[in-house]
């Protein structure tokens, strides 16, 4: 097999809601190795396990947690980025409701090692199981002393409380998130100064996705060293991998970095939906690039995604088969966000509107190669001025279709000009 | 020190400049539109945005800091794609009928779109027609030419702390508007007019009333006098030459006589009334348990500050009518009187370095027939700017005109009501004589001059020390106003102006206003101050002798009818009113 489950390892051994069959499986051990070590030494191991953020960023976690104990202050925040907006991924859904405890335990082992005071779960305002089931856990959590005042008799102090947006996609993004915490409407600061220096409430702040969070635990566990021989040299660990379209076995699955997306559709997916040819595949979500079923082989580590001018590795793989035509796919992608850009920033507020209407002229094969022109540097100059990841990432599909699907922007275009010239 | 080049020049600059800064200080232009000088960094527009060798992305210049070494191209064909691309997508979504636009040829999308040469949008308009919101006396928001840079945001949240422009909405449907697509008259606007002053285009404007005082001049029933507010002599030379901080009273008198008004009065003449009556107040309170501190009643922005956010303090407020209502008042009872003519037929226009002044004079308390207002029009200083345009004056050949006889002859206190602090100091030098009754040895009271929030200073009178201060912007008005409210202020006497500068930073003054150009008019204002032969109000020998032939005593029965008025508590501010003419 290629799974490997090192983060979903209780998956279906305990009760979610029962903290007791959480410890009852080493949960919150390595928490309390956490406590008997120096802070700089966890920070060391988790430098040595090469951590990198699993939200789809790749930022390493250590930078991350140097940068918060580096700041002094009384207060500094701790925040479980869990806004899982981005269509495909459902990974952190699936982590929070079959095993809360472990986000739990490694925000812990974070904010020990960086002194933090206060930490925010953010969860989608659709995931009311997975808002109730956050909630519970912490309380649970409370009730027996891990989180509290001097928590198992240390001196250290650390609260979780859960916040949810109204649902908007671009409160995932870690400053709409952070205004969304203060009650403001989800819209993004101008950076710097970065959320370590200056956060919720203007306080420093270190924010990862909950999946990452998940892994600290693990590596305090097993050491940052052994942690690191998982996956690839740069890629290392295990990674959430969510299957979704036209495949038959849709699903979470965890794999090592280094495992080619082709495997995991055909040995974990069962392959393409019954009869039908594999076209397509969009990596990391809406916001990922589109490439070709001959690209199939790649490996599933940072580098290799990095390569698409997208940092994409949310973890989202979904199948898109012969049935459906790429400019369908694109329209989809650009109308969602549309409809999910904050409209601070110009690129993205503007931009989303023109390409919808581009695209649109090649749903109606009315495209000309000016449209063809037009389409390519407006998806370009918003990926490369938009002021937040929104819009910096939306146009990577439309820059990825255009790198493999050219073809069929052509044939549309060739399509319009034979019947404008009556030869159809 | 941080060294890195930009165009290949290499450049030393301190640390933290921003790389737009730091291309200021070197003379390379980098073209920006949603950045204004004093106001946050938005990074909205992504106009500024510029090259750093070995990015993959590019940075927007107004908030990115260098890092030595680094080599930052403005220029290249990357990035002039770009601020194309994005200027492009601006004007997809605009009502780019420009030629009809107030803001034509003094626009800034318009010079950017000239700048960057463009000469067809490749983007299709997206633009839809929304209901324009003129539903008050003063201002005219005009959502179809809003580029959402925000500034008008920050300056109403920031600066003066109102809140009353918000995002609505998101994505493509975004807009800048009160909240939930109200109009500006149900929310606590003050029609300061400082979203206007800021507005890089056409969509907040104030209320055109040129056309009103056209039709006037030109109607033969009416004698059509002018006064001039203290502010706008050193401002009006910018609308028209561009230059900054000139004092331009003479030609600017000779402007408007060849306009066609019979009169040309100062304001600065009821400016000193003002200081006399509110000079008295202010002694009758301290000496008779009055109700202190006192506040100043000049400023109508603050005005309706106060009346909408604490209307507890209401009655610490000067009853004072502010000098262009004074001005209006005498205008339509003393002066008709010596001219012998019916007041109806007397027209007075104000030219006044804000748009809250048009609010102001179509309150129901400024009209001494309860009918006719007291003061008819008010033209901001860019209006009149306009009308001088409009009729094809040679500014710069006209020859300098004294002010007419009996509202003609000011003082330097006067002349310095237009920068903040100076109507506090004003004041002083005739309260600090007459109370004393010993001449005042240093008539400057320097430490309430200049631009910063809340100055203050301490002054004996009649044995006492007081503690007095000059606050401006509306945040800071709400500081004091606390204090006042919660018991714990501890001055005598406080003047607020709404604007920040006071009236020469004022909402209706020329575009490109910043803390630079306000402190040149500032400075400017001093310096007539400093020239003026009488410095003190109660000098002025035509308030001697208007007090000795008409008003009679300071704070006596006539000042009290014409010169002083109430206030009251209210929830917003108010819609046009149904008499407007």
């Known amino acids: 097999m290629i799974e490997q489950k090192v983060i979903t390892k209780r998956i279906g051994h305990i009760n979610p809601l029962s903290i007791e069959d959480f410890i009852s499986l080493d949960g919150y051990a390595a928490f309390k190795k956490a406590l008997s070590m120096n802070r700089m030494e966890v920070i060391e191991q988790v430098e040595k396990a090469y951590l990198r953020g699993r939200g789809g960023a790749g930022f ?31 990974k952190d859904r699936y982590l929070m409701e079959n095993d809360p405890h472990q986000i739990i335990e490694g925000m812990l082992i974070v904010a020990y090692a960086t002194r933090a005071t206060h930490g925010y779960i953010y969860i989608r305002g659709e995931y009311d199981l997975c808002i109730s089931t956050m909630k519970w856990s912490i309380e649970q959590a409370t009730k027996h002393g891990f989180l509290g005042k001097n928590i198992m008799g240390s001196d250290f102090s650390f609260t979780i409380e859960v916040r949810s947006g109204a649902g908007a996609y671009v409160c995932g993004e870690e400053f709409a998130l952070i205004e969304s915490i203060e009650g403001k409407p989800g819209r993004t600061r101008v950076k710097p100064p970065f959320p370590t220096s200056r956060g919720v409430f203007n306080k420093p702040t270190l924010i990862n996705n909950v999946e990452t969070f998940a892994n600290i635990p693990v590596i305090i566990s097993m050491g940052g060293a052994a942690y690191a021989k998982v996956g690839t040299a740069t890629s290392t660990g295990t990674k959430l991998i969510c299957l979704s379209g036209n495949v038959k076995n849709k699903g979470v699955f965890e794999i090592p970095f280094g495992v080619s997306i082709r495997s995991v559709i055909n040995e974990l997916g069962g392959g393409a939906a019954k009869g039908h040819k594999l076209k397509m595949v969009q990596l990391g979500g809406a916001c990922g690039p589109i490439i070709p079923e001959l690209m199939l082989d790649m490996a599933i580590d940072y580098e290799r995604f990095e390569e698409f001018e997208s940092k994409t590795g949310a973890g989202a793989i979904i199948v898109i088969d012969e049935r459906f035509n790429i400019f369908e796919i694109l329209m989809k992608v650009a109308l969602f966000f549309s409809h999910e850009s904050c409209g601070k920033c110009v690129p993205c507020r503007e931009g989303h509107i023109q390409l919808i209407i581009i695209i649109q002229k090649f749903i109606d094969r009315k495209a000309t190669s000016q449209d063809l022109i037009s389409l390519e540097s407006l998806a370009r100059v918003m990926h490369q001025t938009s002021l937040c990841g929104l819009g910096q990432t939306s146009p990577t599909a439309i820059i990825s279709a255009l790198r493999y699907f050219r073809d069929d922007f052509i044939d549309c275009i060739e399509f319009h000009e034979c019947e404008e010239n009556g030869q159809l | 020190m941080i060294t890195f080049k930009i165009n290949n020049i290499e450049l030393t600059v301190p640390d933290n400049t921003t790389i737009l800064n730091a291309a200021m200080l070197n003379n390379i232009k980098i073209p920006t539109l949603c950045y204004y000088p004093d ?6 527009c992504r106009i500024c945005s510029v090259e750093i060798v070995g990015q993959k992305g590019l940075v927007t210049a107004c908030s990115t800091i260098p890092r030595t070494g680094m080599s930052i191209f403005t220029n290249s064909p990357r990035v002039l794609n770009a601020r194309k691309t994005i200027l492009e997508l601006i004007l997809a979504n605009h009502d780019a009928n420009c030629t009809a636009c107030a803001k034509n040829m003094n626009c800034e999308l318009q010079n950017l779109a000239n700048t960057l040469s463009i000469d067809k949008n490749r983007f299709e308009s997206v633009w839809h027609p929304m209901p324009i919101d003129d539903d008050n006396i003063a201002l005219v928001r005009n959502p179809n030419r809003c580029i959402k840079c925000g500034r008008c945001i920050d300056v109403c949240k920031n600066v003066q702390g109102i809140n009353v422009l918000e995002i609505m909405g998101r994505g493509h449907n975004m807009t800048i508007s009160p909240a939930y697509g109200r109009y500006l008259s149900d929310e606590f606007c003050t029609f300061c007019g400082q979203c206007a002053s800021v507005c890089p285009v056409g969509a907040i404007l104030e209320k055109d009333d040129t056309e009103l005082v ?25 609308v028209i030459t561009g230059k900054v901080g000139e004092i331009v009273t003479g030609k600017l008198v000779s402007a408007l006589k060849l306009l066609g008004f019979h009169s040309v009065f100062d304001t ?28 100043t009643s000049c400023c109508p922005g603050w005005i309706s500050y106060a009346e909408q956010h604490f209307p507890d303090i209401l009655p610490h407020i000067s009853s004072c009518k502010s000098p262009q209502q004074m001005f209006g008042a005498l205008a339509k009872s003393y002066y008709a009187e010596a001219q012998n003519i019916d007041p109806k037929h007397v027209f007075v226009v104000s030219v006044m370095p804000c748009t809250a002044k048009k609010y102001e004079a179509k309150r129901p308390e400024m009209k001494l027939d309860g009918e006719h207002p007291d003061v008819d029009v008010v033209l901001t200083t860019r209006e009149l700017g306009k009308m001088i345009k409009q009729m094809g004056i040679d500014f710069a050949a006209l020859p300098e005109t004294p002010f007419d006889a009996p509202f003609g002859i000011t003082t330097g206190a006067a002349a310095i009501f237009g920068a903040t602090g100076g109507v506090l100091e004003a004041a002083l030098r005739t309260v600090y004589e007459k109370v004393n009754n010993k001449p005042l040895e240093h008539l400057d009271f320097v430490s309430v001059r200049g631009l910063e929030g809340i100055k203050e200073a301490t002054v004996t009178v009649g044995g006492a020390t007081i503690k007095v201060a000059a606050v401006h912007t509306l945040a800071n008005a ?20 709404c604007c920040p500068g006071g009236c020469i930073g004022g909402g209706g003054q020329p575009y490109g206003t910043t803390n630079k150009t306000r402190q040149e008019r500032i400075d400017s204002t001093y310096r007539v101050d400093a020239t003026m032969k009488i410095r003190k109000s109660h000098e002025n020998p035509t308030i001697i002798a208007l007090y000795e032939n008409y008003l009679g005593k300071p704070l006596g029965h006539k000042p009290h009818h014409l010169l002083h008025t109430h206030y009251h508590a209210r929830k917003k501010s108010e819609k046009k009113s149904s008499d407007h003419h």
């Open chain 2, 214 to 238: 056209w039709k006037a001049l030109h109607d033969p029933e009416m004698r059509v006098i002018v006064q001039v507010a203290p502010a706008v002599r050193v401002s009006l030379g910018e």
């Open chain 2, 268 to 295: 600065d003449f009821t400016a000193d009334l003002t200081i006399i009556e509110e000079g008295y107040e202010l002694i009758d309170r301290i000496q008779n348990g009055g109700v202190l501190p006192m506040m």
């Open chain 2, 39 to 44: 106001l946050k960094i938005k990074s909205d």
């Open chain 2, 478 to 497: 709400k500081i004091v106003a606390e204090q006042v409210k919660n018991g714990t202020s501890p001055y005598t006497f406080i003047e607020v102006m």
């Open chain 1, 60 to 90: 390493p976690a250590a930078v991350k947690m140097i940068g918060l104990a580096k700041e002094s202050g009384p207060v500094k925040y701790i925040i479980g980025n869990a806004d899982e907006g981005e269509p495909g991924n459902f």
